[in-house]
């Protein structure tokens, strides 16, 4: 619920080609508590019943701040509309139940597509789920693209390990023609809102605040215990499966920092699960500029841990170039999820098409 990142991407769909052009657009603060609010009323949501009055008007946001956002990126890059073929439009995630085959994604692709005059392709992940998919992580298949168009010896021979760290923990490892993906639990979500809604700061900048503060080891061991780390993967997560209330009670700093070494326990909790041992963990998301998360993971995993720049990939915007991707394979008819990434039975295709006109 940070912002917008968009990239220009060049691909055939199956390698990639990033531009350099890219462009961030925070949300706003009006714009946040508009989200969050759809977010917090989803949640009571029941499946078949209408949606909570929230969500229009969140929808409505992050479709115009899209709109804007193409067209600040395409001002950025001296480029018009008709040089572009397609955009990939992934919306505001505000309920995630992979177990009632249901998926939500705000924003109104039709008028993206007439406001932007270009081809949108949305709505990625209701047909993995639909066909029995977890319908996330969804970006696997791009990180295999990224790892596959690395100069050879630029990694140590053996399992390589990207990781996302939004709001939600992920991982896509990858060994030969072998790739496993899946949330690993909390990243950024819970170190926001706490921080958020104790200081005049919308996360922990630079890892300042977790870097001043003691880990509580006795809540993590509990939380850790948690039956998601034992559940075989696939599997995925909502934004608020975990939250900060494994802080309450703490301080701000205290919090902060026993939130943050839970991220990073959760994160090298998840090598249980992979066939073989990671040589080396490549972090792209916005945790990689948390140093504090950062230390955490080196501190508990076993492999090199780089950050996406390591790589010479735009870190903050791998998710932006993953979606851009997948609209790509979607308009070829490839698969966008694979068993090893969503537990999806079959190779498996998805979202829609809205034109432009």
């Known amino acids: ?85 397609v955009i990939g439009f992934h919306g505001q995630t505000v309920l995630h139940r992979p177990e009632q085959q249901w998926t939500v994604q705000l924003g109104n692709a039709a008028a993206l597509a007439k406001a932007c005059a270009i081809d949108v392709v949305a709505d990625f992940r209701s047909a993995d789920v639909a066909a029995g998919g977890q319908g996330a992580p969804f970006a696997p298949l791009y990180h295999a693209a990224l790892v596959a168009s690395l100069e050879h010896g630029k990694l140590p021979e053996g399992p390589v390990v990207v990781v996302n760290m939004g709001g939600v923990g992920n991982v896509t490892y990858m060994d030969g023609d072998t790739i496993l993906a899946f949330d690993t639990g909390p990243a950024n979500g819970p170190i926001d809102d706490w921080v958020g ?48 209330a494994l802080a309450k009670g703490l301080s701000l700093e205290d919090g902060t920092a026993t939130l943050t070494a839970f991220s990073a326990a959760s994160l090298a909790a ?72 969503t537990g999806v039975p079959e190779p498996k295709t998805g979202g829609v098409i809205f034109h432009k006109n």
């Open 270 to 341: 998840a090598a249980d699960h992979f066939p073989g041992t990671p040589v080396a963990w490549i972090i792209c998301g916005g945790g990689r500029h948390n140093p504090t998360l950062v230390s955490m993971i080196r501190a508990q995993v076993s492999g090199q841990v780089y950050v996406a720049e390591d790589m010479g990939w735009r870190g903050d915007e791998v998710e932006a170039e993953a979606f851009a991707f997948l609209a790509v394979r979607s308009l070829q008819g490839l698969p966008l999820s694979v068993p090893g990434t």
């Open 1 to 85: 619920m940070d912002g917008i990142d968009a990239a220009i991407l060049k691909s055939d769909g199956t390698s990639t080609y990033p531009t350099g052009l890219t462009h961030a657009a925070p949300f706003t603060s009006e714009d946040r508590v508009i989200i969050r609010a759809a977010v917090d009323a989803a949640q009571n949501w029941v499946k078949g019943d209408a949606a909570p009055v929230e969500l229009a008007a969140a929808e409505a946001i992050v479709t115009t701040r899209h709109v804007e956002a193409v067209e600040a990126l395409l001002a950025k890059a001296g480029m018009s509309a008709g040089e572009i073929d």
């Open 197 to 244: 809604s104790r200081s005049d700061q919308n996360y922990d900048k630079d890892g300042a605040i977790g870097a001043r503060g003691m880990v509580d080891q006795s809540r993590i061991d509990v939380a850790l215990m948690h039956e998601y780390f034992k559940l075989t993967p696939p599997k995925s997560l909502d934004r608020l499966d975990f939250t900060s």
